[in-house]
């Protein structure tokens, strides 16, 4: 299958490149498609970790306010499994360590490659890598974390299998890149050994 990008500029260019294009695409059935517009968000790589606490199994999470997330009945802080984008060089598993360490204080010997996936490939170019981090003591429950260059101000705490599940079940973990995080740990990983 292929895609003739016909036209490309950008319109917008401050911490995100928002590109307009004008392309044609291979159909199923092995004609092209009518010349047509689209719209992309040029964001780049990001990581996402599950932290898993070696001797009790439980999971770190984060908590963090999220403006965008803000709505009339909604305050935007979210639970999260800690994430961040991939610097310049950097390797996805590289920015699982530099995440893990900054957002929960911790550092692993032992991270794994999960899967990774798009988070909105309808609009965004971003593609989430997902690893799983296995760490000693979990984190003092409540303590802060973040990076104070990038304005974090995070809560931490280590929750158990039941106590995620039920966070998910009654809406209280809505970040999609925790949701699928988690419920492929506990659906694919775990299921698996």
Same mark, same amino acid.
């Given at each position: 299958?292929?895609?003739?990008?016909?036209?490309?500029?950008?319109?917008?260019?401050?911490?995100?490149?928002?590109e307009k294009t004008n392309l044609r695409w291979e159909k199923f059935d092995g004609n092209m498609s009518p010349e047509s517009i689209r719209f992309v968000v040029r964001r780049g790589d990001?990581?996402?970790?599950?932290?898993?606490?070696?001797?009790?199994?439980?999971?770190?999470?984060?908590k963090q306010f999220r403006f965008p997330a803000v709505r009339d009945d909604e305050d935007g802080y979210l639970w999260e499994i800690p994430a961040g984008m991939l610097d310049r060089d950097?390797?996805?598993?590289?920015?699982?360590?530099?995440?893990?360490?900054? =957002? +929960?204080?911790?550092?692993?010997?032992?991270? !794994?490659?999960?899967?990774?996936?798009? /988070?909105?490939?309808? $609009?965004?170019?971003?593609?989430?890598?997902?690893?799983?981090?296995?760490?000693?003591?979990?984190?003092?429950?409540?303590?802060?974390?973040?990076?104070?260059?990038?304005?974090?101000?995070?809560?931490?705490?280590?929750?158990?299998?039941? =106590? +995620?599940?039920?966070?998910?079940?009654?809406? !209280?973990?809505?970040?999609?890149?925790? /949701?699928?995080?988690? $419920?492929?740990?506990?659906?694919?990983?775990?299921?698996?050994?």
């Amino acid at each position: 299958m292929k895609c003739e990008i016909l036209s490309s500029e950008t319109v917008f260019n401050e911490y995100i490149l928002v590109e307009k294009t004008n392309l044609r695409w291979e159909k199923f059935d092995g004609n092209m498609s009518p010349e047509s517009i689209r719209f992309v968000v040029r964001r780049g790589d990001s990581v996402g970790v599950v932290p898993v606490c070696r001797e009790s199994g439980r999971i770190v999470l984060v908590k963090q306010f999220r403006f965008p997330a803000v709505r009339d009945d909604e305050d935007g802080y979210l639970w999260e499994i800690p994430a961040g984008m991939l610097d310049r060089d950097e390797e996805p598993v590289e920015t699982a360590a530099r995440e893990l360490f900054e =957002e +929960i204080g911790v550092s692993s010997e032992e991270i !794994e490659t999960l899967t990774s996936y798009y /988070l909105s490939p309808g $609009l965004l170019d971003e593609r989430m890598h997902l690893y799983l981090a296995q760490i000693g003591e979990c984190p003092q429950i409540g303590a802060a974390g973040g990076n104070p260059d990038e304005h974090e101000d995070l809560l931490v705490q280590a929750f158990s299998k039941d =106590e +995620i599940l039920a966070m998910i079940a009654q809406h !209280e973990i809505i970040d999609a890149k925790s /949701l699928a995080g988690l $419920l492929y740990y506990f659906s694919v990983y775990l299921s698996s050994r």
